[in-house]
């Protein structure tokens, strides 16, 4: 190999190694930010506090009736997770029917395997975590459907048109936080809308109104004065499955490494 | 060129032409590719009007207020104030119209979904009242000893 082959050939190494690191660039809610001057003027996140969620399950009670889930149906557009960490590092969770009915009782649906009772001595963190759509920036979801039936509109909500769905369910699969279900009556695949019948008129979406604790909030990342933007633009939140490189916008605080 | 080679091209050509003119009318008008480009925008248009006219259920404490001025007032300086109403009495839009379909939560059941005593050390839960439903007073309704509205038992009243 002569200099003018190895120089050329180093070149080549040192671009083609740059450009998966530029790719694997993560979330920056900033960016969104400044791309209010071309494009939409509203770019929706939510911002969720596990902290200050008791478990009550009102979000996901008020998230069916409003967005017309069969009640019963053992699907549900938000779920509320229960974490019970234990001293010897093992970790639980349950969502009996989602947390629709909310959280009675301290001991754990293991689902088909029963209950696991916890002695309340051994635990060493126990908290709920809010779950819901993340409205991704970029949505695998969104990339997968054949037919153009799921989208992102210009504020950035994901939508099933019910009309062009299939059912081929490749968007269930594609979704990494499993937000996705099929609907037993429109047999189409079913997800969260943000509420677009209420955001769009100036209302709050179902789940944040109905929760009592403020641990639900939604605002818009291109209004610098919204206090949802300011929190999220501190740096001191967490996202779900970054790994994914989805760019999920629902944003929490306090967020545990146990939380998948 | 001879004829045989012409005749099968003339019937590709027809049959391109006739899935050209069948796609015209099956894909929608505003159906292509929108604000989110390709990959991600790919949709017709008309199906965000469709999914902002789902019908409203729950109003806000702003619905409530235009005729139940004076009890949104006097709640929200209750412990249960931030409890919005429709999570115990709805959901409540256009019951002015139809008053039978707006029901009042006052089971049990609600109430623990609170007021149940957990475990639970880092989360708000754990700041809240709690009984243990299996041997506080299992055969009543909590209505009995507490109002809602007022959330401290009636005999301390």
């Given at each position: 190999?002569?200099?003018?082959?190895?120089?050329?050939?180093?070149?080549?190494?040192?671009?083609?190694?740059?450009?998966?690191?530029?790719?694997?660039?993560?979330?920056?809610?900033?960016k969104l930010l400044a791309d209010k001057v071309e494009g939409?003027?509203?770019?929706?996140?939510?911002?969720?506090d596990t902290q200050a969620c008791a478990g009550c399950g009102?979000?996901?009670?008020?998230?069916?009736?409003?967005?017309?889930?069969?009640?019963?149906?053992?699907?549900?557009?938000?779920?509320?997770?229960?974490?019970?960490?234990?001293?010897?590092?093992?970790?639980?969770?349950?969502?009996?029917?989602?947390?629709?009915?909310?959280?009675?009782?301290?001991?754990?649906?293991?689902?088909?395997?029963?209950?696991?009772?916890?002695?309340?001595?051994?635990?060493?963190?126990?908290?709920?975590?809010?779950?819901?759509?993340?409205?991704?920036?970029?949505?695998?979801?969104?990339?997968?459907?054949?037919?153009?039936?799921?989208?992102?509109?210009?504020?950035?909500?994901?939508?099933?048109?019910?009309?062009?769905?299939?059912?081929?369910?490749?968007?269930?699969?594609?979704?990494?936080?499993?937000?996705?279900?099929?609907?037993?009556?429109?047999?189409?695949?079913?997800?969260?809308?943000?509420?677009?019948?209420?955001?769009?008129?100036?209302?709050?979406?179902?789940?944040?109104?109905?929760?009592?604790?403020?641990?639900?909030?939604?605002?818009?990342?291109?209004?610098?004065?919204?206090?949802?933007?300011?929190?999220?633009?501190?740096?001191?939140?967490?996202?779900?499955?970054?790994?994914?490189?989805?760019?999920?916008?629902?944003?929490?605080?306090?967020?545990?490494?146990?939380?998948? | 060129?001879?004829?045989?080679?012409?005749?099968?091209?003339?019937?590709?050509?027809?049959?391109?032409?006739?899935?050209?003119?069948?796609?015209?009318?099956?894909?929608?008008?505003?159906?292509?590719?929108?604000?989110?480009?390709?990959?991600?925008?790919?949709?017709?248009?008309?199906?965000?009007?469709?999914?902002?006219?789902?019908?409203?259920?729950?109003?806000?404490?702003?619905?409530?207020?235009?005729?139940?001025?004076?009890?949104?007032?006097?709640?929200?300086?209750?412990?249960?104030?931030?409890?919005?109403?429709?999570?115990?009495?709805?959901?409540?839009?256009?019951?002015?119209?139809?008053?039978?379909?707006?029901?009042?939560?006052?089971?049990?059941?609600?109430?623990?979904?609170?007021?149940?005593?957990?475990?639970?050390?880092?989360?708000?839960?754990?700041?809240?009242?709690?009984?243990?439903?299996?041997?506080?007073?299992?055969?009543?309704?909590?209505?009995?000893?507490?109002?809602?509205?007022?959330?401290?038992?009636?005999?301390?009243?």
């Open positions: 190999m002569n200099r003018r082959d190895f120089l050329k050939n180093s070149i080549t190494v040192i671009a083609g190694l740059s450009v998966p690191l530029a790719a694997l660039e993560l979330i920056n809610p900033r939409s003027k509203i770019r929706w996140a939510v911002l969720v009102f979000c996901v009670k008020a998230c069916k009736t409003e967005s017309e889930i069969p009640y019963e149906a053992n699907i549900t557009r938000t779920w509320v997770e229960r974490y019970v960490i234990t001293r010897q590092g093992r970790t639980y969770v349950d969502s009996p029917k989602g947390g629709r009915d909310g959280f009675t009782s301290d001991r754990i649906d293991l689902g088909g395997e029963g209950f696991q009772n916890i002695e309340p001595n051994d635990i060493e963190k126990a908290f709920f975590v809010p779950k819901l759509c993340n409205h991704c920036e970029s949505p695998a979801c969104a990339q997968v459907c054949p037919v153009g039936a799921t989208y992102q509109t210009g504020d950035g909500v994901v939508l099933v048109d019910r009309k062009r769905c299939i059912g081929c369910g490749y968007c269930i699969m594609a979704c990494p936080y499993g937000v996705r279900s099929f609907h037993p009556v429109h047999k189409t695949a079913e997800k969260c809308t943000l509420c677009y019948h209420r955001i769009t008129k100036g209302m709050k979406t179902a789940c944040v109104d109905a929760c009592p604790f403020g641990a639900r909030r939604i605002g818009n990342l291109r209004n610098p004065d919204d206090p949802v933007t300011k929190t999220i633009m501190s740096g001191r939140v967490g996202i779900l499955k970054e790994q994914y490189g989805t760019k999920p916008q629902v944003y929490y605080l306090a967020l545990s490494r146990e939380v998948k | 060129m001879k004829s045989h080679v012409w005749r099968p091209l003339y019937i590709a050509l027809s049959v391109i032409v006739l899935i050209l003119i069948a796609r015209s009318f099956l894909v929608p008008e505003d159906f292509g590719v929108h604000e989110r480009g390709y990959m991600y925008g790919l949709h017709r248009k008309g199906n965000e009007n469709e999914w902002q006219a789902v019908t409203l259920k729950y109003g806000m404490v702003q619905y409530c207020k235009e005729c139940h001025a004076d009890k949104v007032e006097g709640l929200g300086r209750s412990p249960h104030g931030p409890i919005s109403c429709e999570n115990c009495h709805g959901p409540a839009m256009n019951h002015p119209d139809n008053p039978s379909t707006l029901t009042i939560d006052k089971s049990r059941e609600l109430c623990l979904r609170c007021h149940a005593a957990l475990t639970t050390p880092h989360s708000r839960r754990s700041a809240i009242a709690g009984i243990h439903p299996a041997t506080h007073h299992p055969e009543i309704e909590c209505i009995m000893c507490h109002d809602p509205h007022t959330p401290i038992p009636r005999i301390q009243l």
